[in-house]
Nanobody
Framework: QVQLVESGGGLVQAGGSLRLSCTAV????????MGWFRQAPGEQRELIAR???????NYEESVRGRFTISRDSAKNMVYLQMNNLKPEDTAVYFC?????????WGQGTQVTVSS
Protein backbone atom coordinates (compact mmCIF):
# COMPACT_ATOMS: atom_id res chain seq x y z
CA GLN A 1 0.00 0.00 0.00
CA VAL A 2 1.35 3.39 -0.99
CA GLN A 3 1.51 6.08 1.66
CA LEU A 4 1.95 9.59 0.31
CA VAL A 5 3.55 12.12 2.62
CA GLU A 6 3.44 15.83 1.93
CA SER A 7 5.35 18.45 3.89
CA GLY A 8 6.65 21.98 3.74
CA GLY A 9 3.50 24.00 4.23
CA GLY A 10 3.12 26.83 6.65
CA LEU A 11 1.98 30.37 7.22
CA VAL A 12 3.48 32.94 4.89
CA GLN A 13 2.76 36.53 3.97
CA ALA A 14 1.50 37.42 0.53
CA GLY A 15 4.42 37.61 -1.86
CA GLY A 16 6.36 34.99 0.02
CA SER A 17 7.56 31.56 -1.06
CA LEU A 18 7.31 27.98 0.09
CA ARG A 19 8.61 24.70 -1.23
CA LEU A 20 6.40 21.69 -0.73
CA SER A 21 7.75 18.16 -0.75
CA CYS A 22 6.11 14.85 -1.50
CA THR A 23 7.42 11.37 -1.03
CA ALA A 24 5.89 7.92 -0.96
CA VAL A 25 6.41 5.15 1.52
CA UNK A 26 6.27 1.83 -0.21
CA UNK A 27 6.58 3.09 -3.76
CA UNK A 28 9.29 4.42 -6.03
CA UNK A 29 7.83 7.53 -7.63
CA UNK A 30 10.17 7.43 -10.59
CA UNK A 31 8.24 6.17 -13.58
CA UNK A 32 4.92 7.58 -12.46
CA UNK A 33 3.53 10.87 -13.65
CA MET A 34 2.85 12.90 -10.58
CA GLY A 35 0.86 16.01 -9.87
CA TRP A 36 0.06 18.49 -7.15
CA PHE A 37 -3.49 19.16 -6.05
CA ARG A 38 -4.98 21.59 -3.59
CA GLN A 39 -8.23 21.91 -1.73
CA ALA A 40 -9.39 25.19 -0.29
CA PRO A 41 -12.04 25.27 2.46
CA GLY A 42 -15.45 24.51 1.03
CA GLU A 43 -14.01 23.81 -2.41
CA GLN A 44 -13.32 20.70 -4.43
CA ARG A 45 -9.81 19.36 -4.78
CA GLU A 46 -8.20 20.73 -7.93
CA LEU A 47 -5.18 19.68 -9.95
CA ILE A 48 -2.75 22.57 -10.23
CA ALA A 49 0.46 21.10 -11.67
CA ARG A 50 1.28 17.85 -13.42
CA UNK A 51 3.52 16.09 -15.88
CA UNK A 52 1.81 15.17 -19.12
CA UNK A 53 2.22 12.10 -21.26
CA UNK A 54 4.62 13.84 -23.61
CA UNK A 55 6.85 14.92 -20.76
CA UNK A 56 5.78 18.53 -20.58
CA UNK A 57 4.33 20.17 -17.53
CA ASN A 58 0.89 21.73 -17.24
CA TYR A 59 -0.10 24.32 -14.70
CA GLU A 60 -3.51 25.54 -13.76
CA GLU A 61 -3.92 29.08 -14.97
CA SER A 62 -3.98 30.71 -11.54
CA VAL A 63 -0.55 29.32 -10.58
CA ARG A 64 1.21 29.44 -13.95
CA GLY A 65 4.37 31.50 -13.76
CA ARG A 66 4.46 31.34 -9.95
CA PHE A 67 4.60 27.61 -9.16
CA THR A 68 7.13 25.06 -10.41
CA ILE A 69 6.86 21.29 -10.10
CA SER A 70 10.03 19.25 -10.06
CA ARG A 71 11.32 15.88 -8.94
CA ASP A 72 14.45 14.30 -7.54
CA SER A 73 14.41 10.61 -8.40
CA ALA A 74 17.44 9.87 -6.27
CA LYS A 75 15.57 11.11 -3.21
CA ASN A 76 12.19 9.75 -4.31
CA MET A 77 10.75 13.23 -3.96
CA VAL A 78 8.45 15.51 -5.90
CA TYR A 79 8.49 19.21 -5.14
CA LEU A 80 6.30 22.25 -5.67
CA GLN A 81 8.11 25.56 -5.50
CA MET A 82 5.58 28.30 -4.86
CA ASN A 83 6.58 31.92 -5.34
CA ASN A 84 4.68 35.17 -5.09
CA LEU A 85 2.04 33.49 -2.98
CA LYS A 86 -1.40 35.06 -2.77
CA PRO A 87 -4.14 34.73 -0.14
CA GLU A 88 -6.18 32.74 -2.65
CA ASP A 89 -3.47 30.06 -2.62
CA THR A 90 -4.52 29.17 0.92
CA ALA A 91 -5.43 25.49 0.85
CA VAL A 92 -4.31 22.01 1.81
CA TYR A 93 -1.90 20.72 -0.81
CA PHE A 94 -1.64 17.09 -1.87
CA CYS A 95 0.39 15.07 -4.33
CA UNK A 96 -0.74 11.99 -6.22
CA UNK A 97 -0.20 10.17 -9.45
CA UNK A 98 -1.99 11.50 -12.53
CA UNK A 99 -1.38 8.56 -14.88
CA UNK A 100 -3.77 6.07 -13.36
CA UNK A 101 -6.06 5.43 -10.43
CA UNK A 102 -5.15 7.65 -7.52
CA UNK A 103 -3.25 6.17 -4.65
CA UNK A 104 -4.69 6.73 -1.19
CA TRP A 105 -4.48 10.41 -0.37
CA GLY A 106 -2.00 11.60 2.17
CA GLN A 107 -2.74 14.08 4.92
CA GLY A 108 -1.66 16.96 2.78
CA THR A 109 0.18 20.03 3.95
CA GLN A 110 -1.56 23.25 4.92
CA VAL A 111 -0.53 26.46 3.20
CA THR A 112 -1.91 29.67 4.62
CA VAL A 113 -1.14 32.98 2.96
CA SER A 114 -1.91 36.14 4.89
CA SER A 115 -2.61 39.43 3.20
Amino acid sequence: QVQLVESGGGLVQAGGSLRLSCTAVGKILDGYRMGWFRQAPGEQRELIARWTRDGTINYEESVRGRFTISRDSAKNMVYLQMNNLKPEDTAVYFCNRVDGPWWSWGQGTQVTVSS
